[in-house]
């Protein structure tokens, strides 16, 4: 925890953003499950919302209908989703959350845990959670809400590389999306053009 900053002459508690990541792709969450019955410590979602279909349920289902690619989208390692067309979201929303406003999303989305990638680079602004996986929807059920702790400080240096991660351990292609390669050409060229005219189209 960092020195609290001053902020309205009260303290607000600050901390760095912990990037720590694990692959969960080949996890059989069904097990796991059965073996937390058995355990006091238990990974995933609590008793109280085990049952529910969940914020991340529901944004996994808007992320796996290709006619929403063009608002939401997975990044192409499958390990990430960014947003382009706020409006489009918002739209989505009336849908999916009962009207949220894109900001009521944005809160949703830091209550679940989600994490934002700040680094350069075709990841900037998408955000991840090692059990939000493409192709992978039974891992939402061990998301679990967080505690607000105070600010959020960007740790960039130890942002990981999901590019990587991903080419170790493959996610199962999206059949409505454009083959993995296709994709990452797609995103690459769309962040240098954003990069050179100096605009930011995603949230």
Not at 25 to 45: C, F, K, N, P, Y
Not at 89 to 103: A, H, R
Not at 160 to 167: E, R
Not at 178 to 190: A, C
Request: aromatic share 10%.
């Amino acid at each position: 925890m960092l020195a609290g900053q001053q902020q309205g002459g009260e303290n607000v508690p600050t901390a760095i953003i912990d990037h720590t990541y694990a692959d969960y792709s080949a996890v059989d969450v069904s097990l796991l499950e059965s073996q937390d019955d058995d355990d006091d410590t238990s990974i995933g979602r609590s008793t109280s919302t085990a049952n529910m279909v969940t914020f991340p349920m529901r944004l996994h289902m808007i992320l796996s209908d290709p006619e929403n690619c063009n608002v939401v989208s997975w990044m192409p390692h499958g390990r990430g989703w960014k947003v382009f067309d706020k409006e489009g979201l918002e739209n989505l929303c009336v849908e999916y959350f009962n009207g949220e406003t894109f900001d009521d999303f944005i809160r949703s989305v830091n209550k679940w845990g989600f994490k934002q990638l700040v680094g350069s680079g075709p990841d900037y602004k998408s955000y991840y959670h090692q059990y939000f996986l493409r192709g992978k929807p039974d891992l939402c059920r061990l998301m679990d809400t967080t505690v607000n702790t105070g600010e959020l400080i960007p740790d960039i240096v130890s942002e990981p590389n999901l590019y990587v991660i991903s080419n170790l351990y493959p996610l199962p292609e999206d059949p409505g999306m454009p083959r993995e390669q296709e994709s990452i050409d797609l995103f690459m060229r769309d962040a240098f053009q954003n990069e050179a005219r100096g605009a930011d189209d995603t949230y």
